[in-house]
């Protein structure tokens, strides 16, 4: 069966901080890995990793894809409190006919305390 | 503006009942797809459609049904079918499947 496991389940750090949530795959006919921030309603898109090894970077949030341990890490540096929400790993891929659809892992949840 | 929209926002269903949740988009995209999440579980997909005419169970479609019509329109029914359908539904679009999905703000769907 197709998952992805994100760890941890939830992290409460102070503001300046720097953390790192992972993710774990194993999913038949990988295509992408999609990282995602849920803060309140709709998830919005934060990096797309097809190749391993390269880093995407975008302001304090950057990602790396390690296709060869089947697994991901999205680093936030300098912590503030807006970056409390839910971040969502989703590996694109699947057995069989259905080898287009995303995967989602649970999400962890990031609390900042000022 | 270009966007996905998602009506109702909160929806009140009686037992027995079916409803619908409306889900439209104009970014032109192919793929459409409809996800449920609940408290603790991440987001698990339901049906998705990569053409007109066309869509694909996911992992949990049993009480559900979709059609695709129009490609902006992608609309979800909770049949009364479906045993435990209290949960938030979100629904999404690509350009393509594999890239990247864009999400509406959500249907939270609550069983009185």
């Known amino acids: 069966e197709d998952k992805v496991v994100q760890s941890p389940l939830s992290l409460v750090v102070h503001e300046g901080d720097t953390v790192t949530l992972n993710c774990s795959y194993e999913?038949?006919?990988?295509?992408?890995l999609l990282w995602y921030k849920q803060e309140k309603k709709a998830p919005t898109f934060l990096f797309m990793l097809t190749s391993s090894g390269i880093e995407k970077k975008s302001g304090r949030l950057s990602s790396i894809l390690d296709k060869k341990e089947l697994s991901s890490i999205l680093n936030i540096t300098a912590t503030q409190t807006g970056d409390s929400a839910i971040y969502l790993c989703?590996?694109?891929?699947?057995?069989?006919?259905?080898?287009?659809?995303?995967?989602f892992g649970t999400g962890t949840l990031l609390a900042v305390q000022p | 503006d270009g966007g996905i929209t998602q009506s109702p926002k909160y929806l009140f269903r009686k037992e027995g009942q079916n409803v619908t949740l409306s889900c439209e988009q104009n970014?032109?995209?192919?793929?459409m797809y409809w996800y449920r999440q609940d408290p603790g579980q991440g987001l698990r997909l339901i049906y998705y459609s990569q053409i007109v005419n066309d869509f694909q169970k996911g992992d949990i479609a049993e009480g559900y049904s979709v059609s695709r019509e129009k490609k902006e329109s992608f609309p979800l029914t909770v049949t009364s079918a479906q045993k435990n359908p209290t949960a938030f539904y979100l629904c999404a679009s690509s350009p393509l499947m594999n890239t990247e999905a864009f999400f509406g703000q959500g249907t939270r769907l609550t069983v009185v």
């Open positions: 970014l032109n995209h192919d793929a």
């Open positions: 999913v038949t006919n990988f295509r992408s």
């Open positions: 989703a590996v694109a891929g699947g057995r069989g006919g259905a080898t287009n659809k995303l995967i």
